[in-house]
């Protein structure tokens, strides 16, 4: 079984699926056209004010529609690859003629660019035609043709474009001339993983499997020959970096120090890790590679069980904007790059699909209202690419250790991986709320929606999540039977189910409740709990020992100044009390805030010295702290921010 059409009619992502067409796309176009006027921050590892874009001129340059050199990164064409599919996805659900011009323009442009062996990589042909594949490590050559091969694959399957999908083989093919077991080819990998998931796309739409040989090949080579970066560096010229300082990275960095299948636990860049577990389930699926999959499901227990933070963000360093060690998850220097939640977004979509597991969904979901939602403005025009759970203007300006740390969302970046790759996401929500499988349907998010399978079944399903947790389905049985899957969120253990009007009793498998499909219309009720919750973090977080995090449904809450008194961490939550919630429709596009009853400190309460014996008693008042979810943070004032709290 398959979906035949689907249509998201949920008011939140509506919302910004909505502000995709109309603010987004529009916007990054300008941007990657030189046209905004904006002022392009200098993006978090300190590569230094970036004079523009010029991601399509390098497009130009590369296609002989224009002169100069290549400007940016070696991987600037992956912002208009990630825009590319973005766009492509809001065809679908929002068609627009003028939109599919420029794209179809786009698509001639990038044939153009394309030489004719299939090769596109505007940097090296531009300004290093003759280091093509010679510097790997670094190149991104195979990460910037995965990233085309993504748009390619999407705008195909939206459009039916041939000429989209038509560069993703042509650039396919030049990879698999170029690499491969054969002695004459390279026997190496991508710094950067990317390929091997857009390689598994490609043989998906082409049903070619010399892609899914191709990307099992990439998965399998990595870490096989540990020496292979530093022996091209050297053979390229050991001074001739194209990234500055990337080879004092270690090999786990790239992953690359040892095969996969030996490889216990991400240490390296957070984005990559999470493209290489995209890839390697991808992979691992369609080949049962049981080595894979077993790589998957360590590499998944570890990011989730001890190295993700609560808000889903992940990569605790922006040293090398990395993982650091179980359980280290400081809040107020942590990097939680955008891209990474996108990443893990990709990984937990395609782990739902080997395996029926709510973990999966919970992760995915985490991701979707927090971690990677918190990247874009709810203007659509600024962008995050740190998301740290704590943040104090003051100590990013003068804390070279938390510089990094953004406290308003920048207009772009040198570095721009975030802002599209954000964009697709949203864009492709609808991708990320079914998993159908043969005779399998797991409704594994709570997006309400209008759902038609192959077998003519119709599914609609009603909420106003997530403010709501009363979820409603109509099935109405197609040609075949089959079981219907809902999952129950981790963070609603009791729930209440009804099924055409009678309460409904099975308890939860894996994290999901079974119906079967027959021939009878079934009315589904849920009832989640949205009781807002008082959280804790294992007392293996050294950070986070003694604090609560406050969450309602999935959403994670947020405490800013622009709402309460100064400081912050004076507040301690008085968890015996209850919180009070309360919808604001003018608020942030609509939210539900809550308040939080908590103690101050009262801060005069201690003399002005730095340091006393304490004091037989301090001062404290009773109030209360206003919580906002954590994706609308930094959307007014600029000010200070908090997740987790000290509590009483
Ligand atoms: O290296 C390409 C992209 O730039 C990565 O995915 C991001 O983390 C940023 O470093
Ligand atoms: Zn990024």
New binding site residues.
Partial sequence: MQIKNLKVTDKFWQRYRELIVKEVLPYQWKVMNDEADINIADDP?KNGQAKNSHAIANLKIAAGKMKGHHYG?P?QD?DVYKWLEAAAYTLKYHPNDDLKKITDKLIDLIADAQDEDGYLSTYFQIDAPTRKFKRLQQS?EL?TMGHYIEAGVAYYQVTGSQKSLTIAEKMADCIAHHFGKEESKIHGVDG?PEIELALARLYEVTNNRQYLELAHYFLQTRGQDPDFFNRQNIADGIDRDLIANMQGFPKEYYLTDSPIEEQQAPHG????VV?LCTGMAYVARHTHDKKLLAACDRFWNDIVKRQMYITGNIGQTTTG?SFTYDYDLPNDTDYG?T??SVGMSFFANQMLKIKARGEYGDVLEKELFNGALAGMSLDGKHFFYVNPLEADPQASKWNPGKSHILTHRAEWFG?A?CPSNLARLIASVDRYIYVVNDDLVLSHQFIANDTELDNGAKIVQTSNFPWAGDIHYNIVPGKSSFKFGIRIPSWSPSFKLMVNGKPYTKVDNDGFVYFKIDDEVLNIDLELDMNAKYMVASNRVKADFGKVAVQRGPLVYAAEEVDNQKPLWTAKILTDQKSTLQYEPDLLNGVVTISVPVEREELAGINDALYQPLPTEIPTTKTELKMIPYYAWANRENGTMQVWFNKK
Avoid at 269 to 272: G, L, N, P
Wanted: charged content about 15%; proline content about 0%; overall charge negative.
């Fill in positions: 590892q990164f991987f992956t991104h990460y950067h860049h957070a984005v990559r493209y904007e790059e891209c990474a570095c991986c």
